[in-house]
């Protein structure tokens, strides 16, 4: 292609979201993230094939997240109290995201369907937490930290859900729509 020449651009349709409600956000993120790129022309979110709008693919999007929670953090409550870890170096938690991705062609036939792992690892540490540790630890000698080391090894903090979200966001939709737009390109 030639300079001055323009790419025609291609118009999208994204089927229904059909997850889980944990992951609405991350399908939602996609969705925002095509509708800003220059390659993409018009886009229908809750495509349904029949209708007056006829896109050049339409996609599935189905993000799937899973939260958990490290061993390690037991480490951190007991015998890290002692030393203040829980406040310095903050509990360790873990977002691993697979997005699967099915592009079909304007006969609504699969062209192809691709997964986008994207593992992220988090320091957080947060009160309601690190006062089993820290202060009562403290204070009763170590019985409250021991507990509450065993507690978060096993538990994620849900209390952190959407300051991950915030956090990845530019991450994430960025990175996968990339990915999305490339397949589709090919």
């Not at 019985?143 to 991950?164: C, K, L, M, Q, R």
């Amino acid at each position: 292609m030639s300079i001055g020449e323009t790419e025609r651009k291609i118009n999208l349709g994204i089927l229904p979201f059909n997850g889980a409600p944990d992951n609405l956000w991350y399908f939602n993120t996609i969705a925002e993230g095509l509708n800003s790129r220059k390659e993409i022309g018009k886009i229908r979110t809750n495509y349904v094939a029949k209708g007056d709008f006829s896109p050049d693919y339409s996609i599935s999007i189905e993000p799937q997240v899973e939260y958990e929670s490290s061993a390690w953090n037991f480490l951190i409550s007991w015998p890290g109290f002692v030393i203040f870890t829980p406040a310095w170096n903050g509990y360790i938690y873990y977002a691993n995201v697979r997005t699967t991705v099915t592009v079909y062609d304007k006969e609504e036939k699969k062209i192809k369907a691709f997964d986008i792992d994207i593992p992220y690892s988090i320091r957080h540490a947060e009160f309601d937490r690190t006062v089993w540790s820290e202060g009562l630890g403290w204070l009763f000698w170590t019985a409250p930290a021991f507990f509450s080391g065993i507690y978060t090894a096993i538990v994620f903090d849900d209390d952190i859900t959407n300051e991950i979200q915030f956090n990845i966001k530019d991450n994430y939709r960025g990175y996968v729509v990339e990915q999305v737009v490339k397949e589709i390109r090919l």
